[in-house]
């Protein structure tokens, strides 16, 4: 299909409009043909259906019996029962009510006056969605700013709390973990705690837990005197619980309407419980990332918003899409090895970036331009006669779009009318429900991650190791080699790792390393006095 014709009537065929929402979803520029289409109808009937199991309260997730139900956030009336729904919107007014007295100086820091900023401490999910509403709806006038910690570096955690400065005793800090025993978020905590214990201040006094009830961290919170506590349900997953306490409550804080969040979600959630593809902007977009990766993920999806607001977008839906789709087996227990790799950056900076290749070189992906037809709520110089800034960006996507399909490149095309709360909900539900009906095409679990728990396994492994290797050198009066300390260790097989352990200690100052260090094998290690 070559033709400018041919290609604005498959456009006008396949162009999916929502009246409500000013969304449009374009998947035109993927050369999928009417065969593959009738192909995928039976798989649809059965993703339709897994659908609705899924709202009406099936065990998603079987590694904690657990259902999922992050669409019961901004629909509480679909909850599987009237208590959960009750708890839903009883959480929801809370978090108004706190806000209100917080903005009030109702509730306020010790040192008296108002709360000037949060400090957000999370990771994932926890961390990524917060991050990306933030950026979304940034301002000079916010009634708090917003700080993150999401990571366990020092440098990181020192840069974020240097910044904050003397502003320290006017932040409101949000600890955010479901069960209060993820590493990154408990490490973030006790690093605050201390640096407000330094400061002279009571951390408890500006302490709030999001997390989930019965949880190590709300009893914490609780034994502490912490301001205030708000639930973390366990039928919902960090990549999915932006729409939850975890993100409206900061969202809330710095003046975003969470309401219109919320309402935009389901309007989406609604629309794409239509049981007709073409009809259904979530299935659309699950039906061209089967067709991109021939259902196996063979085609990274890369995100390409023309929005300096929607930045993180695609750091957002990395998390979103390779969590859930990155699985080693199906639901039958076949060795699948399912996923579809995300990134991306923000139009039109990519095309002074890797444009250049994405037109030219390894085909092995498909993109997805986010287009918003406002420019800005402001006026803006004509750059030439008739011609805006905003006009330009325009005629960069388009051209973009144009250059890669010219060259055999697919594309999706997402437009919304302007960054709003209504069109962030909205998008987050739109992801959402495409991942869901994607794992089912793919015969896949989307609700759950054995994976990570691998990698946070491993990682505890790594410590226990460092703490027999110190405690080894705590017994030693003279410095051991690499080979003595794994014997004493019974850890041969770990010997690398042990290597690993001891550069990293040595270069913070707490053994000391003596021999060649480009030649591990040589080196003996001591302790150094505390």
Known sequence: MNSAVELWQRYQDWLYYHSDLGLYIDISRMRFTPDFVTQMQPKFVKAFEDMKALESGAIANPDEQRMVGHYWLRTPELAPHKELADDITKTLDRIEVFTQKVHAGIISPPVGGKFTDILSIGIGGSALGPQFVAQCFSKADVPLKISFIDNSDPDGIDLVLDLLGDRLKTTLVLVISKSGGTPEAANAMKEVEFAFQQAGLNFAQQAIAITGVGSALEKYAIG???????????????????????????????????????????????????EDI?????????????????????????????????????????????????????????????????????????????????????????ATFIEVLQDSQKPHPEIEEGVVTGDYLLGFLQGTRSALYENGRD????????????????????????????????????????????????????????????????????????????????????????????????????????????????????????
């Not at 039928?235 to 309402?263: C, F, H, K, N, Y």
């Not at 089967?290 to 839906?317: C, Q, T, W």
Request: hydrophobic share 45%.
């Open 224 to 274: 502490k005197n912490w301001l205030d506590t708000f639930p973390m349900y366990d039928w919902i997953g960090g990549r999915t619980s932006e729409l939850s306490a975890v993100g409206l409550l900061p969202a809330a804080l710095q003046g975003i309407d969470i309401r219109a969040m919320l309402q935009g979600a389901s309007i989406m959630d609604a629309a794409t419980r239509i």
């Open 278 to 366: 073409r009809q259904n902007p979530a299935a659309l977009l699950a039906m061209a990332w089967h067709f991109a990766g021939n259902g196996k993920g063979e085609k990274d999806m890369v995100i390409l918003p023309y929005k300096d607001r929607l930045l993180l977008f695609s750091r957002y839906l990395q998390q979103l899409v390779m969590e859930s789709l990155g699985k080693e087996q199906d639901l039958d227990g076949n060795f699948v090895y399912q996923g579809i790799a995300v990134y991306g950056n923000k139009g039109s900076t990519d095309q002074h970036a890797y444009v250049q290749q994405l037109r030219e070189g390894v085909p092995n992906f498909f």
């Open 411 to 530: 594309s999706i095309t997402v437009t919304i009318p302007c960054v709003s709360e209504s069109t962030v909900g909205a998008l987050i539900a739109l992801y959402e429900r495409a991942v869901s009906f994607y794992a089912s095409l793919v015969n896949i679990n989307a609700y759950h991650q054995p994976g990570v728990e691998a990698g946070k396994k491993a990682g505890a492994k790594v410590l226990a190791l460092q703490k027999q290797l110190m405690d080894a050198l705590k017994a030693s009066t003279v410095s051991l080699s690499l080979e003595e300390v794994a014997v004493k260790l019974n850890s041969l097989d770990e010997i690398e790792a042990i290597y690993h352990i001891a550069r990293h200690l040595h270069a913070n100052g707490k053994i000391l390393l003596e021999g060649e260090l480009s030649k591990p094998a040589t080196l003996k290690m001591m302790l150094l006095p505390a």
